[in-house]
């Protein structure tokens, strides 16, 4: 398929202006010299039907939340209600120059008061930074804060504990601050092995980082323990809360003891994400840690009834995103928030970890949990009973996208027992049960197919607008234009009927 500047032609315009009115105007006259380019850039000319042709094909090769269950696990790919980007929308958000005199943008900053206000309430902690633009960004941030209270403190910490069941960013993000990682086992009912973690724990770590349900989906049912543990050596407890999907209402981190939390509001509070879209990976503090956070913090004037941006002063670790973060995340978050209310929220967190256990427990005969016990908002299977078959985990993934479902995470954690052909499914609250029910119906469905026409799923997917792909030739020989495309096509004598798009 051709890119949109492979469909330029010279001269093709999208708009037209009356040759009478325009045709005299010259922009020297007009524009100051130095506003104007001197050469030419070499665009893309195409009519408006190009375009819109273009990219309305374009989009008809994908596949996203509003066409369907994307049960992608550890992802959170749940529907995005309209009216969050009706807000985000709304001219004076839209408008606001972020470097504006707050009395001009007293709506946004309240915005993010009461948002902080709100986040503080959810998870228990006393106050959040809205500057991280990503989780693993958050876990940076977070980290630098706990590196930051140790010197301060005089103390040479350079450990980080991390569970094997942790999000694989927590390891890189405390690398890159600087500690060394030392990695925790997990237990047999696949939570964090209380044993394994007092023994590592000492006065040269800095603390625990804890992904919370992990990345199995299970919750760490030893935490007042592992609290203990960390606490009493003087460390501090990082919680990934991500996935806050599972915990709405039911449990608070900062109850639970935990001194950094970070939230990816492009996940839980639902705004868009994957293809790497804006994100929202704010931190969460209990007090002590507050003097550390990273610009900007808003607060407001009980005098004046004014909102304001606070003087962090010179604990700050300074400031890790520009402006605000990612602030049209942070409306949405708000708004979202306040459509559900603290009912709808704890609904909402019901609703998924139902989801879930319903998936699970209709599944698990025919692809085996590896821990036969409740889960939360995701659950964990595999596909490795169909290895006898010569089916893999890929193959079944492949073809679900020949019943028009988006595949759930494959070949994730990478940890024993799950280390095999993994299935990681989260069917978030947005879906209702027909849609489980048909999702089911389908993964039994090729499950029989597995055993009695395997050929059916090895070719899979047949019904998609490109079939399965050469990954590694396409690593190999990437595809950046038309004429690659051809040439790639004529090297491996591919035949008319081949060309799918
Ligand atoms: C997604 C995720 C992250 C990383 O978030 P990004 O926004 O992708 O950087 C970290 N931890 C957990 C548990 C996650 O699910």
Redesign the pocket.
Known sequence: MKLIFEKSVPGRDGVSLPKDLFNDIKLEELLPAELLEQEKKSLTEVSEVDVIRHFTRLSKFNYGVDDGLYPLG???MKYNPRINEKMAGLANFVYAHPLSSPELIQGSLELMYRLNQMLCEITGMDQFTMAP???????LTGILIMRKHFLELGEKRNKMLIPDS?????PASAAMGGFEVVEIKSNERGTVDLDSLAQAMDENTVGLML?NP??VGLFDEGIETIQRIIHDKGGLLYY????LNASLGINRPGDAGFDVV?L?L??TFSTP?GGGGP?A?VIGVKSKLIPYLPTPIVGFNENSKKYYFKDVGTKSIGMVRSFWGNFSVLVKTFTWILSLGAEGLYQCSKASIINANYVLTKLKDYYKPSYDRFCGHECTLTGREYKKYGIKTLDIAKRLMDYGFHPPTIYFPHFEPYAEETIMIEPPESEGKEVLDDFIKIMIKISKEAKESPELLTSAPQRTPISRTDDVLAVKRPILTYDDELELKDELNYQEKDINY
Do not use: L, V
């Not at 942790?166 to 927590?170: L, R, S």
């Open positions: 550890s992802c959170t633009a990503s989780g693993a960004h958050g876990e942790a999000h694989g960013t927590n992904t992990n990345t990934d809360g991500a996935n970070h990816n492009h996940k994400h994100g990976g």
